[in-house]
T-cell receptor, first 110, second 113 residues
Framework: AQSVTQLGSHVSVSEGALVLLRCNYS??????LFWYVQYPNQGLQLLLK??????LVKGINGFEAEFKKSETSFHLTKPSAHMSDAAEYFC????????FGQGTELSVKP | EAGVTQFPSHSVIEKGQTVTLRCDPI?????LYWYRRVMGKEIKFLLH????????ESGMPNNRFLAERTGGTYSTLKVQPAELEDSGVYFC???????????FGSGTRLTVV
């Protein structure tokens, strides 16, 4: 069975600091991996996806994620946080249907 | 292109009442999915329609939940009778291809009191 685990339900960073949201996956087959973001009172928006092409995936709003098979990780990063990045972020793996992690709420301090 | 539309955006009902959630997918998307997030937990799959047929309903929690997609267009999810543990956010998504390229709606926040 496939699963994802997001480390840290809440992450707080200062504006301009590095954003690092952690995701580890479990999959018996090469996985398709995704990061979604949910801004307050909005739906889930796709940030980026890994589908077995380049291991470094660039997404929207300056986010990127690196697929590391040896570490079974797909961590999300952004070099410099903006206030507008405050949201909840979800890692997901495609196992037929999408299987989500528990979510990480990112807050950005001025 | 219009996105996936869900309504109502919020619903507060009493335990034992019935609630019907609606989802309008992107026009032409044969695949429609329902997901749910109970407070503090992960987003979980409920079911998948291909056109009007239920492709996978393995995530439906119990027989109080009934999903329909008449004519393969919009879908409804009825909860009858609602229980306190049904509170959460219900998301709908649609896609052209099965299990790929999802577009999610804004969700319906259901509160059962």
């Amino acid at each position: 069975a496939q699963s994802v685990t997001q480390l840290g339900s809440h992450v707080s960073v200062s504006e301009g600091a590095l954003v690092l949201l952690r995701c580890n996956y479990s999959s018996s087959v090469p996985p398709y991996l995704f990061w979604y973001v949910q801004y307050p009172n909005q739906g889930l928006q796709l940030l980026l996806k890994y589908t077995s092409a380049a291991t470094l995936v660039k997404g929207i709003n300056g986010f990127e994620a690196e697929f590391k098979k040896s570490e079974t990780s797909f961590h999300l990063t952004k070099p410099s946080a903006h206030m507008s990045d405050a949201a909840e972020y979800f890692c997901a793996v495609q196992g037929g249907k999408l299987i989500f992690g528990q979510g990480t709420e990112l807050s950005v301090k001025p | 292109e219009a996105g996936v539309t869900q309504f109502p955006s919020h619903s507060v009902i009493e335990k034992g009442q019935t609630v019907t959630l609606r989802c309008d997918p992107i026009s032409g998307h044969d695949n429609l999915y329902w997901y749910r997030r109970v407070m503090g937990k992960e987003i979980k799959f409920l079911l998948h329609f291909v056109k009007e047929s239920k492709q996978d309903e393995s995530g439906m929690p119990n027989n109080r939940f009934l999903a329909e997609r008449t004519g393969g267009t919009y879908s409804t999810l009825k909860v009858q009778p609602a229980e306190l543990e049904d509170s959460g956010v219900y998301f709908c998504a649609s896609s052209l291809q099965p299990n790929y390229g999802y577009t999610f709606g804004s969700g319906t926040r259901l509160t059962v009191v």
